[in-house]
């Protein structure tokens, strides 16, 4: 029984994803793209974005009871969460004041780059933040385990994720925490069981700059030393360190073309999610990291892969351990 197989077959709990600043994302795919000219876009998409949601599409893939949750802005809001019924991703959104973001994506065959227009959302209020932190401490009861995803909108102090990681952990969740920036910093000083930082993030959050191999795992102790449990060091095409502290492993997956990259590494996250919350190994939860990851850059829309994505790249995964 291979990784895949053993998880499907596995326990399933109860997730619930946080996304606090939640994103339409709209790929414009445009034949002869010029600039100062009036043009019809030959094929657009529209995808709900935001990590934490991506984190929730990839588990419900793999069979996990979800919620996604966090705060959306109003206006905009119906055809986004539309979206996610659609998918059939159960949500719970707090609405507030304010126009939901939208990030535009350009594609055209005259360039092999994209053009990329980012929005920014609206600022929250106090009273915000104290409405969703009431909602959120209603429905923790109800969940296994919780997973922190992404930046924070206009308005909410960089301590946020602390302060809910320490409600979910009192309330007795497993807490994942994926962000950058001060929202990371602050938010691993509640301890959350597990932390997922691309090595630009691990850079910046340890103060340790890779120059060599050894500085991966410098970086991967300073981390377990502020008391987290888990770590999965994102490396991008280079794949993912996975660290309990006590056994650490690099996985990588070489595939011959690349679709898409957004949301690879929510659903590494995801993978490593399922693993502990399953009580798999150190090397098996490298594994399916690794496959999800890999499996969302072969399909368009973050984390819109199959199981059957996954199961035509397990057998590629190569996975080595690295001593502490």
């Known amino acids: 029984m291979n990784t895949i197989e053993k998880t499907l077959k596995g326990p399933k709990t109860k997730v619930l994803t946080i996304t606090l600043n939640p994103v339409l994302d709209r790929t414009l795919y445009i034949n002869n793209f010029q ?18 949601v991506n984190v929730s599409r990839a588990l419900k893939t793999m069979g996990f009871s979800i919620l996604a949750s966090g705060i959306i802005p109003e206006t905009g809001s119906g055809f986004y969460l539309s979206i996610l019924d659609n998918e059939g991703i159960p949500h719970n959104f707090l609405k507030v004041k304010g126009n939901l973001r939208i990030n535009t994506t350009i594609i055209t065959n005259v360039s092999d780059s994209e053009t990329h227009i980012r929005e920014k959302g609206p600022s929250l209020s106090p009273a915000d933040k104290d409405k969703f932190l009431k909602m959120i401490k209603e429905t923790l009861p109800h969940f296994n385990a919780i997973a922190f995803s992404g930046s924070i909108p206009m308005g909410i102090d960089n301590t946020i994720y602390e302060e809910l990681i320490r409600i979910a952990s009192k309330n007795g969740l497993r807490t994942y925490l994926d962000s950058s920036g001060k929202p990371l910093k602050e938010g691993t000083k509640a301890k959350p069981f597990l932390v997922k930082p691309n090595l630009e993030e691990a850079e910046d959050l340890t103060g340790i700059k890779v120059t060599g191999k050894n500085d991966y795992i410098s970086i991967i102790k300073k981390i377990h030393f502020l008391g987290i449990n888990y770590v999965a060091l994102s490396l991008g095409k280079n794949g993912l360190i996975f660290s309990s502290g006590r056994k650490c492993y690099h996985g990588q997956c070489t595939v011959e073309r690349i679709i898409n990259t957004v949301g690879s590494g929510d659903a590494a996250l995801a993978g490593a999610i399922i693993g502990l919350e399953q009580g798999l190994s150190e090397k098996e939860i490298t594994i399916l990291s690794v496959c999800m990851g890999t499996a969302n850059t072969q399909r368009d829309g973050a984390c819109h892969f199959s199981v059957r994505d996954m199961e035509n790249l397990i057998k590629r995964v190569k996975v080595n351990e690295i001593p502490l």
């Open 35 to 52: 600039i100062g000219k009036t043009l019809i876009a030959d094929e657009v998409k529209n995808y709900a974005g935001g990590k934490g």
